[in-house]
């Protein structure tokens, strides 16, 4: 262990609560080449039992401490070839713990343009600043009349030159600059205004064309509609501190002034030095502080916004899956018809056709009469009908053909097809329907992702799912490697059927990738299933190191070797077969016996490789092999009649389910075409800080019609069992999840409009 790896486990451990030798062990074996879902099971004796959302925080500060370093290495090569490096220069460098407070450091160093405090000095006029700067008995004017030259012609050119290598050592103190900074951040207000002419073209930003608010509380949704406002030259953004101070010095200029003992009110020497000071920070240190700031606020937004996307990612994707069973899915469409695609139990397509119900065919009862056949000739019992255009009608005539039908009947369940479209056109559609027409595809889509969300939703781009605030206006590459961190943690923690599993599925286990889960198939369609694991082993290019990451995830139910059908993985078998042996019993009869196996004394199994934690997760997984960790199937029933938003009436009490959970609330499909709007405020009869404590996409929940804008298409909705009595003081909001502040000075605090949406909250959560 390098002195550098120990100083970043040591930063690292603090920031994920753990200790320094636990973040160590994670990062050799992350180094190693060690996924974090394998870590995270299969060695829990190394790293003390650290979980996935610790070792995915880890592996991205890893990632940032790391790039620090190296930056840390550059600016000190830089320094100590222009020969300026002293041991306090060097030290101050090595102490820093951002890249911002390095960069600061670095700034009077850095290689730069040839600024006019350069050219100041190269005419002389060095000395002139540093004896008015350290000396307040001079006079400015008397001394700069012995600076004078060709060059410097006039006492005004000389002071002049004097006061632009001043602001430049003003602006280059790293000290000054991070005290500014963090004024700045505590004190500072954003403020937004409409631009000229834009009103009409820009209406989605209303409720910021007169706005403004702390830049240390702005939400990440409103920070991330105001900066597209900007993009979109709809918005001005400005950043002003100390704005309502009226005394003669603000608190920024005496920041500097005091870092160089400069009197407001002292000599003629302090008094042109203030004029210094006033105009370094207005030409200089506040414009650049300003774009930090905007920067910072950037990325702050950034980071919340992928963080609410990858939760709600990771929702969608551990839904509860309805399971094995035929299914007819159903992609509605008005003009060009209802495709229609028929499934069996593991996803083999049986039939498709596309049907037309609605104008200009108009052809309901030889629809009807087809969807009958299909679902009596294939035995149907789950119809997956998309919840894009057309669904409801869909959905009636649905319900109108299931009435005639004799029990069993099927269940009819709406499904979200986000993304389907694009898995339809995509290379992976293609070549696993070669024969079958672009438009079916998506029917065959949405019938599979109610039998098992997790494996047909691997095959879309995650940004294309449809659970994103802002996802466009956010850095694609961090954004990218967030969702894939989901993905796979996701495909991880439930497993899959090695014999049955896709390309795309496949390669999102640990250890394998595009190129092996590829090779995994290819190796199946020849051969056959697999027996066993150890026949992994087989697969061109798949060594002993990707065979150790990816055996333990990968379950062969029916093998010869029961313990392939479970989450042991087949290092500890040994272990297991301990285990077993100890009860008496044969493998196979032991699975799924929880008394006996809880009778047994887990430290007995204990080795010098495998510990407690080990031993206690084989016997979990012998009481219940290859369980499942996701959630029982259930589905939302939309109320008969409920067709659209003009068939809401408040007070109404509906059944939905959450398909999106956003920082001040969740969306709620009611079945009207329309997802409403639980504010945060709403979701519970008691204080709520994050929407998440209390639902999570996929959820179907109990909602209560509070209002209605049919001519903005919006609905409020409230989950409180008071039915949406005021929140309580502390959580108050206006339409954005802005909490008003008392105004200052008498001003007016936001030109926000009162009511249950505002036009910038909408476009907050607009799905892309």
Known sequence: ????????????????????????????????????????????????????????????????????????????????????????????????????????????????RRTRAEIARERGLGPLAETILADRRTVPSELAQTFLSADVPDVKTALDGARDILVETFSENADLVGRLRNHMKDKAVLRAKVADGKQEAGAKFS????????????????????????????????????????????????????????????????????????????????????????????????????????????????????????????????????????????????????????????????????????????????IAIGNGTGSRETERLVADMLADMPAPKPLKVIVSEAGASVYSASATAAAEFPDLDVSLRGAVSIARRLQDPLAELVKIEPKSIGVGQYQHDVDQYRLARSLDGVVEDAVNAVGVDLNTASAPLLARISGLGTSLAEAVVAYRNDVGPFKTRRDLLKVARLGPRAFEQCAGFLRIPDGSEPLDASAVHPEAYGVAKKIVSACGRDVRSLMNDSAALKALDPRLFVDERFGLPTVRDIIAELEKPGRDPRPQFKTAAFADGIDNIKDLKPGMV????????????????????????????????????????????????????????????????????????????????????????????????????????????????RKK
């Open 1 to 112: 262990m390098t002195a550098t790896t120990a100083r970043i486990a040591r930063i690292i451990a603090t920031e994920i609560n753990a200790r320094p030798e636990q973040a160590n062990a994670a990062i050799e074996l992350l180094d190693g080449g060690a996924t974090v879902p394998f870590v995270a099971r299969y060695r829990k004796e190394v790293t003390g039992g650290l979980d996935d959302t610790q070792l995915r925080l880890l592996d991205e500060r890893l990632i940032y401490l790391r790039e620090l370093d190296a930056r840390r290495d550059t600016i000190i090569e830089s320094i100590r070839s222009q020969g300026k490096l002293t041991d306090e220069l060097e030290t101050k460098i090595l102490g820093s713990a951002t890249k911002a407070e390095l960069e600061d450091i670095y700034l009077p160093y850095k290689p730069k």
């Open 207 to 382: 409720d910021y064309f007169n706005h403004f608010e702390r830049w240390a509380t702005i939400p990440s949704h409103r920070a991330l509609a105001m900066l597209r406002g900007r993009n979109e030259d709809v918005l001005s953004l400005d950043i002003e501190v100390d704005a309502d101070d009226t005394s003669p010095v603000k608190p920024v200029e005496r920041m500097i002034a005091g870092a160089y003992a400069i009197s407001p009110s002292g000599t003629a020497a302090d008094s042109w030095l203030m004029d210094v000071v006033r105009w370094a920070w207005r030409a200089r240190l506040s414009l650049n502080l300003s774009i930090d700031l905007m920067t910072q606020m950037r990325e702050k937004a950034e980071e919340e916004a992928i963080h609410v996307f990858a939760r709600n990612l990771k929702d969608l994707l551990l839904a509860a899956p309805a399971g094995s069973r035929a299914t007819m899915g159903l992609d509605p469409g008005i003009r060009t018809g209802v495709k229609v695609a028929v499934i069996d139990g593991t996803g083999k397509v049986l039939d498709t056709t596309t049907v037309y119900p609605f104008p200009p065919r108009n052809d309901l009862r030889g629809t009807q009469a087809e969807l009958a056949r299909l679902a009596g000739k294939h035995k149907i019992e789950l």
């Open 654 to 765: 509906l059944e939905g389910t959450v398909t999106n959970v956003a920082a001040f609330g969740a969306f709620v499909d009611i079945g009207v075409h329309q997802d409403g709007l639980v504010h945060l405020s709403q979701l519970a009869d008691r204080f709520v800080k994050d929407a998440h404590e209390v639902v999570k996409a996929g959820d179907v929940v109990k909602v209560r019609v509070v209002d209605i804008d049919v001519k903005r298409n919006r609905i409020s909705l409230t989950m409180r069992k008071d039915g949406g009595a005021p929140a309580p003081r502390e959580q108050r909001a206006d339409s954005t999840g802005f909490k008003p502040k008392p105004a200052a000075q008498g001003k007016p605090q936001t030109s926000t409009t009162q009511g249950a949406f505002g036009a910038a909250l909408a476009d907050a959560l």
